[in-house]
């Protein structure tokens, strides 16, 4: 009876654990919801040179019907590259504490950790297949879903040509390292 009662006390303790997780996970994923714009330090290759974003946008919209994950979109600005930014879709999710983001277009995955957030800052590092890189970025708006007019092809990735229109191109390889 005493090792019945043992393991059923494990059993529970053990549901507490992974219940109270989840709750610090969508705490998490209410605090990351919205527009975070800031530094990145992350570059991108292109035709053999690297080029630093000069900044980042990122929203992460919570999905309604999930407690810690969404969708969103990641969207890195350059000055001094041949395109203006590279923009891509994202599905996230919050994972016993760590951010995962997997970027639609690319096909490539980050994780998050190490990270502190509140409602106006989000900083840490970004992992990605052994590259760790700092990031810090404020918080510039909160969901108001009454006013976005969404569509998948409005996404796209520009360079400037000789006459300084816009015409889209290859995108450029986005890769996770530490600047120089």
Not at 50 to 74: C, H, I, M, N, R
Not at 80 to 88: F, R, S, T
Not at 98 to 109: C, L, M, N, Q, R
Not at 145 to 155: P, R
């Amino acid at each position: 009876m005493k090792k019945q009662f043992n393991r059923l006390l494990m059993a529970m303790l053990g549901l507490m654990a992974v219940s109270l997780t989840s709750c610090d996970d969508e705490e998490i994923a209410r605090t990351l919801e919205g527009t975070w714009k800031g530094d990145m330090y992350i570059s991108s290759e292109w035709d053999g040179r690297y080029y630093d974003a000069t900044y980042t946008e990122v929203t992460f919209l919570k999905d309604p019907y999930a407690y810690s994950s969404g969708s969103g979109y990641w969207v890195d600005y350059y000055s001094d590259a041949p395109w203006d930014y590279v923009a891509n879709h994202i599905d996230w999710r919050v994972d016993f504490g760590d951010i995962y983001v997997k970027f639609i277009e690319e096909g490539t995955s980050i994780q998050i950790s190490d990270y502190r957030l509140d409602d106006n800052r989000f900083s840490g590092y970004i992992y990605d297949h052994g590259n760790k890189v700092a990031f810090n970025l404020y918080n510039v708006s909160r969901p108001n879903y009454t006013g976005y007019h969404w569509g998948y092809d409005s996404w796209r990735y520009s360079t400037r040509t000789a006459t300084d229109s816009l015409k889209t191109t290859e995108k450029p390889v986005w890769i996770v390292r530490p600047r120089d």
